[in-house]
């Protein structure tokens, strides 16, 4: 089977509580869930009937079953999924605070390192990475060995394709400071990656990591200096911004009340994907992603509130935003409707 998307890093089981605005002390009961942002862009996009599978590692042991299980689920391809006999499955836990808009991620078995790191190159299928119609990957499977050996060799049998040929490369910035021993040292794992990748998406602190500090646009046109084609820079309450060599695109944020932000990222991914997989304008795929994103920021969990494309063209339709076809051929049933955000 030749994937749509094919993802590879990080997978976990999320362990989110059913009390809502406290602290993990005082949280009498939790629900489980798949999890890792990698393996939730692969379950978004097979929401919009994308044929997806995801390369990673679990541990030996129930909680690894239970991933796999998940994963036929969603009708996420797990053949690239196999167990690690030394480490136990990951797992997350997470508090959940909407009233502070704070939602703290604990990692459990993850130091002094996690199945998903042990990816080996050696054990790629090289083939079906190359065929992919998008390769996603994370800065994260960068920090650690073998992992960082199998993210380069992947990201090197990639066809290097223009934005024409439809066939895309991301990288998502997804930095976290506790598997690393500097930003210094994320900032040159990246450099080495970004002349392979087509797109690079990121927010505000996740850009300055990988490039330095500075303004959205200054950020975005140093990622596309390094060989990036399209720089996603997501600038939080005033929405997200993308650029080109030869466009400028904003697209204003979704409103909704949010439950718990943790999810809204993958979810923006994997709708991401099914829009450049679709063919849309750039300004349509952000506000697709955009609405996929509040949608999930507006439920508890990551992997099972991924929308259908239903959910998502009707919250653009109530917020009156252009909507686009939605299936996975990407109809253009409404290319008549103008689409917001300046273009340059």
């Not at 080996?120 to 650690?144: K, M, Y």
């Not at 030869?246 to 829009?275: I, K, Q």
Request: overall charge negative; some cysteine.
């Amino acid at each position: 089977m030749t994937h749509e998307l094919l993802t590879i890093g990080r997978i976990s089981v999320d362990i989110y509580p059913n009390d809502i605005g406290v602290g993990l002390e005082d949280v009498n009961s939790f629900g489980k869930y798949l999890g890792g942002s990698p393996s939730n862009v692969a379950v978004a996009a097979a929401r919009y009937g994308r044929r997806t599978g995801v390369i990673t590692r679990t541990g030996d042991d129930p909680f690894g079953e239970y991933l796999h299980r998940e994963l036929r689920k969603f009708n996420v391809d797990d053949t690239f999924v196999s167990p690690v006999k030394e480490y136990p499955t990951a797992v997350t836990f997470c508090a959940i605070k909407p009233a502070t808009d704070e939602f703290p991620l604990y990692f459990y078995g993850r130091f002094p390192t996690a199945p998903d790191l042990q990816i080996e190159a050696g054990e790629l299928d090289l083939d079906a990475i190359r065929e992919a119609g998008i390769f996603w990957s994370t800065v994260t499977g960068l920090c650690q060995e073998p992992s960082r050996s199998a993210h380069i060799a992947a990201h090197k049998a990639r066809p290097r394709t223009g934005l024409k040929e439809g066939q895309f490369t991301i990288l998502d910035l997804d930095y976290r400071p506790m598997f690393w021993a500097s930003e210094e040292q994320a900032r040159a794992e990246v450099a080495k990656i970004l002349p392979q990748v087509t797109v690079a998406i990121g927010n505000d602190k996740e850009c300055a990591v990988a490039v330095g500090e500075g303004t959205p646009d200054e950020q975005a046109d140093r990622l596309l200096a390094a060989g990036v084609e399209i720089a996603v820079v997501k600038l939080g309450p005033e929405g997200v911004m993308a650029k080109t060599r030869t466009e400028r695109v904003v697209s204003a944020p979704v409103p909704v009340e949010t439950l718990n932000g943790l999810g809204a990222g993958d979810s923006f991914g994997g709708a991401f994907c099914h829009g450049l997989l679709s063919g849309w304008p750039l300004a349509r795929v952000l506000d697709y992603a955009n609405a996929a994103g509040a949608i999930v920021a507006s439920r508890l969990s990551c992997a099972d509130a991924m929308p259908t494309p239903d959910e998502v063209t009707s919250l653009l339709a109530e917020r009156g935003r252009p909507v686009p076809g939605t299936g996975a051929a990407g109809s253009e049933a409404n290319a008549q409707l103008a689409v917001e955000g300046a273009t340059l």
